[in-house]
Nanobody
Framework: QVQLVESGGGLVQAGGSLRLSCAASGRTFSYYVMGWFRQAPGKEREFVAAASRSRSSTYYTDSVKGRFTISRDNAKNTVYLQMSSLKPEDTAVYYC?????????????????WGQGTQVTVSS
């Protein structure tokens, strides 16, 4: 059984930074795509960012472009999300997701495995 475990969430002031990590354990796969989603209170889960296994393709939702950076360590089956210039509207539970097969660009759908989530709270 595969487990995706997120870490690095917390409380930060607006303008601050956080780095999220997500490590796969158990019966792991060489995931084609690993990504991040988030869900704010009262809202639907939304795509944040994703990176292909080759790391040559990365995609971001418009609201985080220029502020967030996704990266992968394929040897460790780990994905990171460096978040900078955080805003109160970034407050959400952030979920890691992974796809075992190729998924359509812009990598927003088709994920197989999900983490339990980590809370990010940005105070104004």
């Amino acid at each position: 059984q595969v487990q995706l475990v997120e870490s690095g969430g917390g409380l930060v002031q607006a303008g601050g930074s956080l780095r999220l990590s997500c490590a796969a354990s158990g019966r792991t796969f060489s995931y084609y795509v690993m990504g991040w989603f988030r869900q704010a209170p009262g809202k639907e889960r939304e795509f944040v960012a994703a990176a292909s296994r080759s790391r040559s393709s990365t995609y971001y939702t418009d609201s985080v472009k220029g502020r967030f950076t996704i990266s992968r360590d394929n040897a460790k089956n780990t994905v990171y999300l460096q978040m900078s210039s955080l805003k109160p509207e970034d407050t959400a539970v952030y979920y890691c997701a992974a796809a075992r097969r190729p998924i359509p660009i812009p990598l927003t759908n088709g994920y197989d495995d999900w983490g339990q989530g980590t809370q990010v709270t940005v105070s104004s």
